[in-house]
């Protein structure tokens, strides 16, 4: 069984920053990509960034150089430092592995920016 954790979410004032922590555990041999996604009411679950094993990375459009994304592949961590946020950056926020191509997800940790 391969669990994923999430810590680091909470309530920011627009501007501000969080980071995130996803920590996996479990029947792990090998993580291949990794990421964060998140959903915010009423709409689909999306990318936020993703990165390989090997440390490329992939963001989407509306965070590209906001947020950042990096990862520690001996402790099967990875990590979201979010800069700058806005109120659109509300959302619950996954965590992804895939670990044999299966995709693990964790439970969400929820982050609101407001005023």
């Known amino acids: 069984q391969v669990q994923l954790v999430e810590s680091g979410g909470g309530l920011v004032q627009p501007g501000g920053s969080l980071r995130l922590s996803c920590v996996a555990s479990?029947?792990?041999?090998?993580?291949?990509?990794m990421g964060w996604y998140r959903q915010a009411p009423g709409k689909q679950r999306e990318l936020v960034a993703a990165?390989?094993?090997?440390?490329?990375?992939n963001y989407a459009d509306s965070v590209k150089g906001r947020f950042t994304i990096s990862r520690n592949n001996a402790k099967n961590r990875v990590y979201l430092e979010m800069n700058s946020l806005k109120p659109e950056d509300t959302a619950v926020y996954y965590c992804?592995?895939?670990?044999?191509?299966?995709?693990?997800w964790g439970q969400g940790t929820q982050v609101t920016v407001s005023s």
């Open positions: 479990g029947s792990i041999f090998s993580i291949n990509a």
């Open positions: 990165i390989t094993r090997g440390g490329s990375t």
């Open positions: 992804n592995a895939d670990i044999r191509s299966t995709d693990y």
